[in-house]
């Protein structure tokens, strides 16, 4: 993954340290995307996860002591596959969920921040990967089986 910090410093911080685990919650435990779930498939359309609250998408929080932050900007737009976004439940509710597109989506233009996009090698693997948890078969947009963010960091 690649952030856009020049351009949405805050929304970028937040993701980064949930791969990271450098944030804690309020029994002073890491909390991140490590060993959370990708909770909601949609073919031809995006891959959702970070709730690693609740695992359904019920659960969020942010690094800023909130459930959620405003959003920062929609400066970046959803003209891609492979674009990291924020999920969230209406304007000004970013916190721990976020999307990666999987086709270019312009109706979420201006509703949902845009912060980072899959970085590929000569070989593709990262959007392969995406493209194989977008091929998961569901049941209610819901993965039949786990798929279970392994190891996140930063590099």
């Known amino acids: 993954m690649s952030l856009f910090a020049d351009t949405v410093p805050k929304t970028a911080e937040n993701f980064r340290q949930f791969c990271t685990g ?26 959702q996860g970070g709730d690693f609250l609740h695992g359904d998408g019920t659960g969020s929080t942010s690094i800023y002591g909130t459930r959620s932050f405003p959003d920062e900007n929609f400066t970046l737009k959803h ?58 078969r569901t049941t209610r947009e819901k993965p039949n089986l786990d798929v279970v963010v392994a190891m996140c960091g930063e590099m």
């Open 22 to 47: 450098e944030t804690k919650n309020s029994q002073g435990r890491p909390q991140g995307y490590k060993g959370s779930k990708f909770h909601r498939v949609i073919k031809d359309f995006m891959i």
């Open 79 to 136: 003209d891609t596959a492979g674009l990291l976004s924020m999920a969230n439940s209406g304007p000004n509710t970013n916190g721990s969920q976020f999307f990666i597109t999987t086709v270019p989506t312009p109706f979420l233009n201006n509703k949902h921040v845009v912060f980072g996009r899959v970085l590929d090698n000569d070989n593709n693997q990262s959007m392969d990967v995406v493209r194989k948890i977008e091929n998961a």
